[in-house]
């Protein structure tokens, strides 16, 4: 069964440094999206991608954070400058149809990012 | 926000018995969908419903929607242990939110 996949599984880095998560996103799907989940507490979203530009994001996602799609195949989230509350877990997802009626997300198995 | 809001925010269960799990929603929709997330994983789609259907049925589990009430409920029947995850309903639109989901645990 297709699947979304990202990478690293589990990052450390040192408050200030930059971050880059990755993920392949299932290939027939045209949506791409990032959650983030802080221990313990809900799934939030940050943004939403479509045809190589931004369609949503939450006021989470702040000047620090950016989202690329570089080749056909890879959707990263950059965070620039990390501070100790991006500690979190970091979900991507994508979907193949959007506000159709059939807007089925499926999710990676997440990357565990801890900032120090 | 179209975020759902599901109840209770924890139910704890004997194996065998039903689940109930309800969200409620704010505004008007074109569907609902209930995902599952295991601790510490993705979330993981379950079943949508339309706003058009009452009630829908996969598996164990069946879910219905009121949009006069704008609330819907999950309902797992015989429970296993293996069930035990939190709940999510997440409303249409043009993003995804999420509740605080329903944690539920099947003791064995």
């Known amino acids: 069964e297709p699947e979304v996949t990202q990478t690293p599984s589990h990052q450390v880095t040192q408050m200030g440094q930059e971050v880059i998560l990755r993920c392949v996103p299932i290939s027939n799907h045209l949506y791409f999206y990032w959650y983030r989940q802080i221990l313990g507490q809900k799934v939030e979203f940050l943004v939403s991608f479509y045809n190589n530009e931004i369609s949503e994001k939450s006021e989470i996602f702040d000047d620090q954070f950016s989202v690329e799609r570089p080749d056909g195949s890879n959707f990263t989230l950059k965070i620039r400058s990390t501070k100790l509350e991006d500690s979190a877990m970091y979900f991507c997802?994508?979907?193949?149809?959007?506000?159709?009626?059939?807007?089925?997300?499926?999710f990676g198995a997440g990357s565990r990012l801890t900032v120090l | 926000s179209q975020q759902g809001e599901e109840d209770p925010q924890a139910l704890s269960i004997q194996e065998g018995e039903n689940a109930t799990m309800n969200c409620s929603y704010k505004?008007?929709?074109?569907?609902l969908q209930w995902y599952r997330q295991n601790s510490g994983r993705g979330l993981v789609h379950l079943i949508l419903i339309r706003s058009n259907e009452r009630e829908k049925h996969s598996g164990r589990l069946r879910v219905t929607l009121d949009t006069s009430k704008k609330s819907s409920s999950l309902l797992i029947t015989a429970s296993r242990a293996a069930d035990t995850a939190s709940y999510f309903c997440a409303t249409d639109g043009n993003q995804f939110y999420f509740g605080t989901g329903t944690s539920l645990t099947v003791i064995p």
């Open positions: 997802a994508s979907s193949e149809a959007w506000n159709s009626g059939a807007n089925v997300l499926t």
């Open positions: 505004t008007s929709i074109n569907n």
